[in-house]
């Protein structure tokens, strides 16, 4: 169905330059050496009785170097699981609502950002929503790469004000803030390539064409500008959370 991944991947083989995507058609059992050599193994068939099933037996017959997780409803001693009701079925995950808002303060960033007329929340379609969705579900990575501590796994007043005081800091120097948009605009050639969007020379939602999808490199100085405001949206939760 995604057929336009090979534009952010090295579709079946490694590469030097660019995140690889492997596909095996093999079963998974006679893949002893890729599992043994895997940093995370994530378990998640649709049948979770399966999923257990292949847990028990990843653990049995092979020697695991990085970590296994597992789809699970129900919680286990020593299992690292995700998914469960409890997890899933709570009134924030259900409404979206922290992560919404987020959306809608990045879309009113990106907005004052750029000189051309743009949409208000409420009249962007659902795909666009989602994009603005994904960039704030990635500020914790954002969070991450400025603090260099993976293990952070949530938004706190203190974290997330460290966080952009360094990215104030840091932006000064045009190199780092050159990785900074370079970052924010893989992120988004990513989400864009997931759902078949391709370049065009000009934007069309129906032939999901857009001029921004195209290598960091080749967008213009105003273009390399607009990935400001997912990095900026740190200093409007700073705000909020104080």
Known sequence: MHTQLHQTFSIGE??????????????????????????RIIICPDDEPQGWSIFWRLNKYYKIHGQVHLHSNRKAPGVSYFGTNEEIY?????????????????????????????????????????????????????????????????????????????????????????????????????FYTFYNWSYGAFRDDGARQHPMLCPYQELTPEQKKERDAAWELLGSITVELK
């Open 14 to 39: 490694t590469s030097d330059t660019t995140d690889s995507l492997i596909f095996y058609e093999e079963l998974w059992e006679t893949q002893h050496e890729v599992l043994q050599k895997a940093d």
């Open 90 to 190: 709570t009134p924030n995950q259900i409404m979206r609502t922290a992560l919404n808002q987020a959306a809608i303060t990045i879309n009113e960033i990106f907005r004052r950002s750029v000189s051309y007329p743009t949409l208000s929340w409420e009249d962007l379609d659902d795909f666009h929503r989602e994009s603005k969705i994904s960039a704030a579900d990635h500020l914790l990575m954002k969070i991450r790469i400025l603090l260099k501590d993976e293990t952070i796994t949530e938004f706190t007043a203190d974290t997330v004000e460290r966080a952009y005081r360094i990215y104030c800091e840091t932006k000064k120097d045009e190199s780092i803030l050159d990785m900074y948009r370079r970052l924010d605009h893989l992120r988004w050639l990513r």
